[in-house]
Antibody
Framework: EVQVVESGGGLVKPGGSLRLSCAASGFTFNTYTMNWVRQAPGKGLEWVSSISSSSSYIYYADSVKGRITISRDNANNSVYLQMNSLRAEDTALYYC??????????????????WGQGTMVTVSS | QSVLTQPPSASGTPGQRVTISCSGS????????VSWYQQLPRTAPKLLIYRNNQRPSGVPDRFSGSKSGTSASLAISGLRSEDEADYYCATWDDSLSGVVFGGGTKLTVL
């Protein structure tokens, strides 16, 4: 079965750090762009970051740039999101999603065809 | 405030055809492919349309997408109660160098 499963969410204090993981299975992981998308409680979807298949191209939303780092381990079919200097506004359900289209030096397609169930990150004192 | 503008709500009766619009600019919809997502209550989003008008396997042909200039639309024909969900458009934005989502449209089946 093609799937991605997120883990690593939890409650963290403002200014703290958290590392999210996403384990993929059922597909050739090293040929796909991987992405993180978040959804604050009761709000819409917000793209966070994308990483191309060989990690050559990486993109971040302005809202997280400088505080979040995406990485992947193709040998272990996993993608990660290292989150530092967390703020209350980072509170959200974080989804890992497989990219369904291209990713190049100038852009990544906003088509995500496989989603996990999400992992909740709560930033609160 | 989302870069892509969607109506916050839409509605229709069973069997009807409903369209949801997504308005952008030359730096996003005008220059890249548009995708559409369906999010049922308390579930992860599901890709409905990619590359403006392509359906992934398993998505019924009741769902169709189109794009013209800096706007895109999702059409749902033969509306069913199970179509009641939030719908989002998405595309790449050259100015922001990132993927942008619309604010979402809540579809109610009356």
């Amino acid at each position: 079965e093609v799937q991605v499963v997120e883990s690593g969410g939890g409650l963290v204090k403002p200014g703290g750090s958290l590392r999210l993981s996403c384990a993929a299975s059922g597909f050739t992981f090293n040929t796909y762009t991987m992405n993180w998308v978040r959804q604050a409680p009761g709000k819409g979807l917000e793209w966070v970051s994308s990483i191309s298949s060989s990690s050559s191209y990486i993109y971040y939303a302005d809202s997280v740039k400088g505080r979040i780092t995406i990485s992947r381990d193709n040998a272990n079919n996993s993608v990660y999101l290292q989150m530092n200097s967390l703020r209350a506004e980072d509170t959200a359900l974080y989804y890992c999603a497989r990219g369904a289209g291209y990713c190049s030096s100038t852009s990544c397609e906003g088509a995500f065809d496989i989603w996990g169930q999400g992992t909740m990150v709560t930033v609160s004192s | 405030q989302s870069v892509l503008t969607q109506p916050p709500s839409a509605s229709g009766t069973p069997g009807q055809r409903v369209t949801i619009s997504c308005s952008g600019s030359s730096s996003n919809i005008g220059s890249d492919f548009v995708s559409w997502y369906q999010q049922l209550p308390r579930t992860a989003p599901k890709l409905l349309i990619y590359r403006n008008n392509q359906r992934p396997s398993g998505v019924p042909d009741r769902f169709s997408g189109s794009k013209s200039g800096t706007s895109a639309s999702l059409a749902i024909s033969g509306l069913r109660s199970e179509d009641e969900a939030d719908y989002y458009c998405a595309t790449w934005d050259d100015s922001l160098s990132g993927v942008v989502f619309g604010g979402g449209t809540k579809l109610t089946v009356l």
